[in-house]
């Protein structure tokens, strides 16, 4: 028996430090904590739009205290007087604004208090200080707002129901015109198009160069293989478009024309294909189809346009250079040519520039096949012929 009562004991003891536990925690929570607390009165006017006891209270923002109590006024049933306990220094004021906050969406309602004047004396210096009003709306929810909103619209709708009837029935007029003369509507449309709308640009027109066919024919078969590398030339030259060179001012290009490829990429490949013509089919490629040429050809571009002074003709200026394996230059040349052009215009300019690339392509062959397909050492250390600019 005294093991039992024992027992007992425990557990009472128990449940009476638990219960305290819980106590603290809520007093803590809704009580003021362990700061000193200040209690005021707030009433609010026909609704606190779901103000619970224990709700937060802040103060700019910042929490300060808890809902303590709720209760209706019994000598005005528009009336509800609301208890706070807030921290004692919070420097509440007779002008301090109340209103009624949610916190989120559909969050819980919380006392908001806003600023006040600073001339005016501090509530917590008094002894009994007066009540705090809110306005009439401060307790109004998303809900109320919404209802009183959506009222004033079924108002001002049922205010103007004729004139809205009238400008409805003006829409359907309107809608029926546009669509007895949806024709009409178009043809003036496309005329403004025409008139207003800038005029469509012209196609682009591709040019190319021709790589020269009549050669005299093979005395021997070629005897090394040459390898035809990628031309170099200066940014300007490195481009599609079809060039003018004025006496003055910068070059400039023909618009809404242009070659078929990058100017050293179509010099390279015509190139191959006049040695080609030239009967040197099995003699001469790129670097890069992985032949073991005996020698090389490189090509460096320093004109290719169309000068207008003192009638448009076409200039082209090349280096052209021989590397044997061993990386020595056994010849080199400048190759210029020149053709009269009909016009400045793109077809004029492509087909003088083609002409002129003819001769200096078949004056190519002629000097370098002898170099090196023929292996005539004479032909080395000709004189660079032609002047650059």
Excluded at 23 to 28: E, T
Excluded at 177 to 190: E, F, H, Q, V, Y
Excluded at 310 to 318: G, K, L, Q, Y
Excluded at 376 to 387: E, T
């Amino acid at each position: 028996m005294e093991i039992k009562a024992r027992y007992r004991l425990i557990g009472l003891f128990m449940l009476m430090v638990m219960g305290l536990g819980f106590g603290f925690v809520y007093w803590l929570q809704n009580a003021g904590g362990l700061g000193e607390r200040k209690t005021y009165t707030i009433h609010f006017q026909n609704t606190v739009g779901g103000l619970r006891i224990g709700a937060p209270v802040f103060f700019n923002g910042i929490k300060v205290g808890e809902v303590t109590g709720l209760t209706l006024s019994r000598d005005n049933p528009h009336l509800i007087i609301a208890t706070i306990s807030v921290d004692k220094p919070t420097p509440l004021r007779a002008d301090t604004s109340v209103r009624i906050d949610f916190q989120g969406l559909v969050g819980t309602a919380a006392v908001s208090l806003n600023g006040g004047s600073p001339s005016l004396p501090k509530l917590n210096t008094m002894p009994e200080p007066p009540a705090l009003s809110a306005g009439p709306g401060a307790g109004e929810g998303l809900t109320d707002m919404a209802r009183q909103a959506l009222g004033r619209l079924d108002k001002l709708l049922a205010d103007n129901s004729t004139d809205l009837h009238d400008t409805i029935g003006n829409f359907k007029t309107f809608s029926a015109t546009l669509a007895k003369n949806s024709d009409r509507l178009d043809t003036i449309i496309s005329g403004l198009e025409k008139t207003f709308a800038a005029p469509p640009k012209p196609p682009m027109a591709i040019f190319d160069l021709t790589a020269p066919q009549k050669f005299p024919p093979l005395k021997q078969p070629p005897q090394g293989q040459l390898a035809i590398a990628d031309p170099t030339t200066i940014l300007i030259f490195d481009t599609q478009q079809i060039l003018l060179k004025p006496q003055q001012g910068p070059t400039r290009a023909i618009p809404n024309a242009q070659w078929g490829d990058s100017l050293p990429k179509l010099i390279q490949e015509k190139v191959i294909q006049s040695f080609e013509n030239a009967h040197y089919l099995s003699a001469v490629a790129r670097p890069l189809d992985a032949l073991a040429a005996d020698y090389q050809l490189l090509i460096d571009l320093r004109t290719f346009d169309i000068g207008l002074t003192p009638s448009p003709h076409a200039e082209i200026d090349f280096v052209a250079k021989i590397l044997a394996k061993d990386g020595k230059i056994i010849g080199a040349r400048l190759f210029h040519a020149e053709a009269p052009a009909s016009a400045d215009d793109a077809p004029g300019a492509a087909a003088a520039l083609n002409e002129a690339f003819g001769k200096a392509a078949t004056d190519l062959v002629g000097w370098a096949a002898p170099l090196v397909f023929e292996n005539k050492p004479s032909a080395k250390g000709k004189p660079v012929q032609g002047k650059l600019e």
